[in-house]
């Protein structure tokens, strides 16, 4: 996939990019767990969903939020990484004018920067939320929620306990004119560690169902060996 470099409010941030061969095939972003604790956008389950994406068609972005890898600048708490997805999102809608729409896949420090993301872009239709840090960050600004789509965490989640997640689902559920899904993986740890290959099928299976895809369609799609990062990634 190309690598790519595109201006943020803090400097060049780096990404990678699957361009669709469609020009009105919808757009995902891919935002990767915290830069404190070893987040970067080659995370193995933002690896994965990238390319979960891109063979169903969408043109896809995955980067590294400021001060990660060759993106510049410094980590700034959630409040420099949101303006940095916000400027990603525009950057890929600037030579993809076409899209119909926009999905936010984000994986805990990612999904709530990518839920605030969604409480600011109309077009967006859909989220991927694995494992928000719903004990760790206020997620009260989802009032209302203007998307349907799934939350998943792991049964065995130390980071994230079960119960506050549930309570943001629950929330989020007694909104009107959306759709939450929620999927808990059992046995699975806050890094999904030895339960990934679920948590994509979960993934999966839900993004098929919402824009109706046929799987025994999948693009054929070589993938690049970058997903190793034996750091910690939150």
């Keep these: 996939m190309p690598e790519v470099i595109f201006n943020g409010p803090a400097g060049r941030l780096e990404g990678r990019l699957h361009p669709s061969k469609n020009r009105k095939a919808p757009i995902a972003l891919i935002l990767h767990p915290h830069p404190r ?30 001060g990660v890898g060759r ?3 410094t980590f700034d708490h959630g409040v420099g990484e949101l303006s940095d997805a916000a400027a990603a999102l525009d950057w890929v809608q600037t030579f993809h ?18 839920m605030q993301l969604l409480m600011r872009r109309p077009e967006v239709e859909g ?15 989802l009032a ?28 989020l559920k007694t909104q009107k004119g959306i759709v939450i899904d929620q999927e808990i993986i059992p046995g699975a740890n806050h890094f999904f ?6 948590l994509i099928n979960v993934c999966a299976n839900y993004l098929d ?4 895809f046929d799987p025994s369609q999948l693009e054929e799609i070589t993938e690049n060996d970058d ?7 939150l």
Excluded at 127 to 141: M, V
Aim: some cysteine; proline content about 5%.
């Design 71 to 73: 993106s510049q600048g």
């Design 97 to 114: 004018s076409e899209a119909p729409g926009v999905w936010i896949a984000g994986f805990s420090f990612g999904a709530w920067i990518g």
């Design 37 to 66: 604790f070893g987040g970067t956008m080659n995370n193995e389950i933002i690896y994965h969903l990238y390319y979960m994406f891109a063979r169903r068609g969408f043109t896809v972005l995955r980067f590294n939020f400021r």
């Design 144 to 171: 209302p929620c203007p998307s349907s789509g799934l939350i998943t965490h792991g049964g065995m989640d130390k980071v994230v306990p079960h119960k506050d997640v549930q309570a943001l689902v629950d929330k």
């Design 193 to 198: 560690k030895e339960e990934t290959d679920q």
């Design 209 to 212: 169902k919402r824009i109706g």
């Design 227 to 233: 997903s190793s990062d034996s750091a910690i990634q």
């Design 127 to 141: 989220f991927i939320s694995i494992a928000p840090p719903a004990n760790l960050y206020d997620f009260s600004f």
